[in-house]
């Protein structure tokens, strides 16, 4: 064995402890997601020498251009809003380097599997703690709710996958562990009272059902009625639930009292109000928008004028994705962000073609099959969390979409790896 092969044994360790410690820390850790993305980046930086050598397919540099562009959008939009707010961009640039090194040292997919029902657990737990021994009113973790709670959800749904495709390969105990720990993640999004994220399961749900049909026909009907149940008890909970009714009450109640009355000092008021703004704003700018003071300086001259309440000057930002970046940098930025998603869903979607390169139901045909519906499901989700809350605006909207991507990705890379090599 080489010098070169040992170094790059030594970083695929290090790579595979970082995708175990990803999901494993989540949210429930101050920062937890960074202790993996330093342990990533420090990799590629001291075994730069050894991996550089590796060329990434087209696939891979084509995530890696996008991440690249993504990190020179968040440049420019906050070009002009000081030094302080520049990580946004560099993390996008830091992640396009760590997935261009841990594609050529991938981890063992098993770390990532194993550390989601971890972090989920943990996540529930602290959430019930915050809410029920803290007397918190919305359990927030350590970020705000809506973050919280969508990201918990998106945690719930990936362990939710690895539950169903390996449920034949274990035991009863592993089962009701795995199922405890997607309960517990599920109960954090719940009591986070984030009402926008769960939009995200009218399209995850779909795309369970589709992927199902395409691939293992046989077991659509047991699907659709796990789904079919899980939807009967999320909604006799909420029913019963005296808080959560309160909250969708509000939501009927803030979308009215705007419609009727203009009222923009409530939550979805205020979200409606952007949104009017940015049908008024885009239109003037279409092609390279206002940028993020422009952006702001046009909106508090309309408050000024007033033409909109005070309250619309509480956020720099608008709560949608894709109008935030088409106000602020034009259409590219729409694009651009769109290509990503569309990329991102492009090179994991596991078509038949895809998966007939391994025997089916043997370990290998199952690990690809989790990775491919897992990496599909973080830009749909992204793509629906977006919708209502600006969710790259925030450092963990950030880091966990670049290094889940990034790992899943990684990880991928190796099953197919080991697969082009069984049958050579």
């Known amino acids: 064995m080489t010098r070169r092969d040992k170094i790059i044994q030594l970083a695929v360790r290090g790579n595979t402890a970082a995708a175990f410690l990803l999901p494993a820390l989540a949210l429930w850790v101050p920062s937890g997601y960074s202790y993996a993305a330093l342990l990533m980046l420090l990799g590629a930086v001291c075994f730069a020498p050894a991996w550089l050598r590796h060329k990434p397919d087209r696939a891979t540099w084509g995530l890696a251009m996008l991440m690249v562009g993504m ?45 989601l029902p971890i972090g989920c657990a943990g996540m529930g737990l602290l959430a019930l703690w915050q809410v029920w021994g803290l007397g918190m009113e919305r359990a927030t973790g350590y970020t705000n709710a809506i973050q919280w709670g969508n990201l918990a959800l998106l945690l719930a749904c990936l362990n939710a996958v690895s539950l169903a495709v390996f449920w034949r390969q274990h035991g009863a105990l592993w089962r009701a562990g795995m199922a405890l ?36 026909r046989r077991v659509f009907g047991r699907l659709l009625a796990a789904l079919g149940v899980l939807l009967l008890t999320l909604m006799l909970v909420l029913s019963l639930t005296p808080r959560f009714n309160e909250r969708i009450a509000l939501a009927a109640m803030e979308i009215s009292a705007y419609l009727d009355n203009g009222k923009t000092d409530t939550s979805l008021g205020l979200r ?62 729409v694009l651009w962000q769109a290509a990503l998603f569309a990329w991102v869903l492009a090179i994991f979607w596991p078509s038949p073609a895809r998966m007939a390169r391994h025997a089916e139901d043997n370990p290998r045909w199952r ?58």
């Open 272 to 333: 409606l109000a952007q949104y009017r703004l940015a049908a008024q704003l885009i239109p003037e700018k279409p092609w390279l928008g206002w940028g993020a003071r422009g952006f702001v300086d046009e909106m508090q001259r309309r408050v000024d004028a007033g033409e909109y309440g005070s309250e619309m000057m509480q956020y720099p930002q608008i709560h949608n994705d894709f109008l935030d970046a088409w106000v602020k940098v034009g259409l590219g930025g």
């Open 71 to 115: 990190g020179c959008m968040w440049f420019m939009l906050t070009v002009d809003t000081g030094v302080n707010r520049w990580d946004k961009g560099l993390k996008w640039l830091l992640g396009a380097w760590c997935l261009l090194y841990l594609t050529a040292c991938p981890p063992r997919p098993q770390a990532f599997l194993a550390g």
């Open 181 to 216: 720990a997607v309960t517990l993640s599920l109960a954090a999004s719940l009591l986070s009272q984030s009402r926008g994220g769960w939009l995200a399961l009218a399209a995850i749900f779909p795309l369970w059902l589709w992927l199902t049909w395409r691939l293992r």
């Open 367 to 424: 690990e690809a099959l989790t990775l491919r519906v897992m990496g599909a499901m973080v830009p749909v989700s992204y793509f629906m969390f977006g919708m209502s809350q600006p969710f790259f605006n925030h450092n963990s909207g950030i880091m966990c979409f670049v290094f889940y991507v990034t790992v899943l990705w990684a990880a991928l890379q190796r099953v197919e790896r080991e697969g082009r090599r069984a049958l050579a």
